[in-house]
C-alpha cells in the first residue's frame, strides 16, 4: 500500500506518518516548499525505507497531479491556518485551502486514488450553539480561515 499524506509537515501530518510508517506503509510525505528546505516536524521523523519526502505545493494544479500517481490512499491535511492572518490575507487561504484541496481531488480522480480522506477543523462550527459540538451543528463561518475550510470540505464532498 502506498499512501500520500499532504500537510505531512505539520504536528497531526507528521504524527499521522509515523504511524503509518510503524504500519509498513510506503509514505509519501508533502511538505510545503521553502527556500531553507525544512520539512517541518517531520524532521524529527527518523530515516525510513518506506518514507518518501516530498517538498511543493497544493495550490499548483499540476504537481499535484504528479505526486498522486501510483498512491491507493490521500490523507489530505495540507491547509493554510492561523485566524489572525486569514483577516490579513483571505486571497491566500481561498487559494491553499479551497483551491487546494480541488487540486488534490481532481488529481485523485483522474489517477483514479482508492481512498481521500480530508481533514477539517472545529473551527467550521464557529461559536457553540450546544455541546458536545457533533456533525450535526450548524456550520458558522466567523474568520476568513474557517470560511476557506468550510469550502475546503464543500470541495472534498461535492467529489
Not at 504536528?11 to 510506503?26: A, K, N, P, R
Not at 495550490?59 to 492561523?82: M, N, Q, S, W, Y
Not at 487540486?103 to 455541546?131: F, M, P, Q, R
Amino acid at each position: 500500500m502506498k499512501t500520500l499524506v499532504t500537510g505531512a509537515d505539520g504536528f497531526i501530518g507528521s504524527h499521522l506518518v509515523e504511524i503509518l510508517l510503524l504500519q509498513g506503509v510506503q509514505v509519501k510525505a508533502l511538505s510545503v516548499y521553502n527556500s531553507f528546505n525544512n520539512w517541518g516536524w517531520i524532521e524529527d521523523i527518523e530515516s525510513n525505507k518506506n518514507l518518501e519526502v516530498i517538498s511543493g505545493d497544493i495550490r499548483d494544479p499540476f504537481f499535484c497531479e504528479e505526486i498522486t500517481k501510483d498512491v491507493d490512499t490521500v490523507f489530505h491535511l495540507a491547509a493554510l491556518i492561523g485566524i489572525p492572518y486569514s483577516y490579513l490575507a483571505p486571497d491566500s487561504y481561498i487559494d491553499t485551502n479551497i483551491k487546494g484541496t480541488a487540486n488534490i481531488c481532481l488529481a485523485a480522480k483522474k489517477n483514479k486514488i482508492k481512498k481521500l480522506i480530508h481533514t477539517s477543523t472545529s473551527e467550521v462550527y464557529g461559536s457553540a450553539k450546544y455541546v458536545p459540538i457533533d456533525e450535526e451543528h450548524p456550520i458558522q463561518p466567523q474568520s476568513p480561515y474557517s470560511a476557506s475550510k468550510i469550502g475546503a470540505d464543500s470541495m472534498a464532498m461535492s467529489f
